[in-house]
């Protein structure tokens, strides 16, 4: 099996300082993947020329597929396109669509006038194809050299992600003939990663060269995702799905998910098969389970809302606790996320609530209650359970914890009741 | 001034093929560059032996640091330690220091036992100098060859953070004579970038060679950071005031925030001041303000907490919207989001809220609303001001743009009310 090989070439400070994080890079590689091309090197370099040309000559020779992101915008230190036309040896003409594309932008959409500086964002080399920004006003750059493909596309999330789903990824098919890349993945919950590998360690080593086992541990869970790649689809696919039963029936007692979807999908693909609805009231993760759960398109068939009571007044007075138990049993406590769950029940008027409190730090922390010290609720109008955590890491990480172990624990009450 | 050069590694499928984006290299680079350490490359390779490899002997080529995260776990893809060992020409043996450590993390905080798997974590080559994890299993590992430093650090963002910040970034502090690099950044709103690039082109054209100006567009708002780098602090920040001075002054009609904070940093600043709270009322953003607030530290001195009411009936039960309303002018109409704020302000008794009623997308548009079809109001007791906005993009954006404007005018308010 002949493997093609891909290399993802990010251009601009803003990137390599780290003023920005590079979603881009991981959303490319996923598509690359699941095209069956093969990931070999992403690499970010700043806007220094001397930079980005030695890096194009390194990683022809290690890839067919160069694709290459940012450089692109209209101020002084954006030298992508010159450095991209000396490069392959064209000169700079205006490109007709890209120009109507400008004028469009500019006259319909922002309605501002249009300057020098944006007309430029219309010129190519002429030894490239252009490819169209259907969602911005930087063009595409489709380059052949060498049997090498290079692909420059902007650094703007949108519009890359625009151009290489209508015209980089089908264009790239097309090239090569690729292997499939097939994955099935599982999610476990409540076991270390040591003890996981220790557990499938037998599995692990009896696999066939093609199919590969990862562990990818995230907030206190692992997901294992098993690879397989080949020229058939169909024998794959058997092959793959024999090998993911028999890792299924290992990890039973773990497994939370048995598919590739997150906590909240999972949490909303229970709660459609069951047309039911539910709420969070949420104190320490201040809307972040809210926002998870509303970052899936349609969640508006099954989620009512949020009641994020950040002050104790709020719990009082939306959600009804009782300020003798914020005086005595304080707020972070196994009576007070009860309450939160019983008055969120009313107040959303929905079928289940998962309710958060804890203290996520780097302040608030006491003896008894130290930082990452978590109560969380979840219930029906029937009946109501609550655990502990202690997290022990910092604000961010404790919060993106409470609220995995909240979406868990509500997936688990619901698919149980 | 001679010039420090680093690179970063980053090792692991799962990286590479984007199951989890990589937020480490962000952290580490922002972090070096603070340090005046200069920023040459980062990439990002797979659990391959001679990817590794290769990459090893690449990096030292350019640069003085190469820094690696990544592939120091306990199961069988995780090959970097056995590389670095042969790489650096030593053999594994165990470090009391990291032996008792992991010991230590079992017995008393997972409280569960050891397997053989778990005591390897402690092995390490005896060519290293080994830097102690105090928040995880996996030591890091420092060595030195040919004048090149490389310092192999878990993937883990909170163990590789601890170690950078206690060991690793002092101890580079220690061996290289470093310039002083500086930094001074304003947000504009309202002006695209070829404008504003424009309209300060003089500006940028006169500034001197060691202080850089960078362009840092982020949803629909433009960042300006000026850079500069130089041996000696005092003339340093000198030089740098005055050119933000001037480019403060340049800019001062289109510039939100003068420093370098996010928009939620810019409106807990604002309340602090005052001794003033907040509360919020979303919609279509679902929860996402409140988070954005509730990531920083000590929000709870100004942030009463949010209703996040996602469907119609919670806006009329909780937040008193007129049922007439949501009927005649629709969920998402000027005056539905100012009967938000007005039942937010009593429902969360505070001073200020800001509210949110959109479509995100991809469904849900008519041709009178289409998706990205936004309104948002903030006000007081006195006075609520409403906005209409038009985003065109996916739904996880036009949540973020939303979020983002919606700070805006809520840091507006406050300061002119």
Sequence with gaps: MKRVAASIITIGDELLIGQVVDTNSAWMAQELNKAGIWMKRRIAVGDVWNEIWNTLNEESEKSQIILITGGLGPTADDITKPLLCEYFGGKLVFDEGALNNVKNIFE???????IERNLKQAEVPDVCTVIQNKRGTAPGMWFEKDGRIFVSMPGVPHEMKGMMTDYVLPELKKKFSLPFILHKT?????????????????????LPEHIKLAYLPNYGMVRLRLTATGDDKSILENELSQQFDTLKKLTAEWTAIDEDLSMSQAVAKLLKQRNQTVGTAESCTGGYIAHLITSEAGSSEYYKGSVVSYANETKEHILHVNPQTLETAGAV????????????????????????SGIMGPDGGTTDKPVGTVWIAVGNRDKIIEQKFYFRFDRSRNIELTATNALNMLRKFISEH
């Design 333 to 356: 406590s196994q009576e007070t996320v009860h309450q939160m769950v019983e008055g969120a029940l009313l107040q959303l008027n929905t079928d289940y609530v998962v309710a958060t």
């Design 108 to 114: 319909n959409i922002l309605k501002r006038p249009m």
């Design 186 to 206: 599982l999610l476990t919950a409540g076991i270390g990663e040591s003890f996981l590998a220790e557990h499938i360690e037998k599995f692990e080593t009896a």
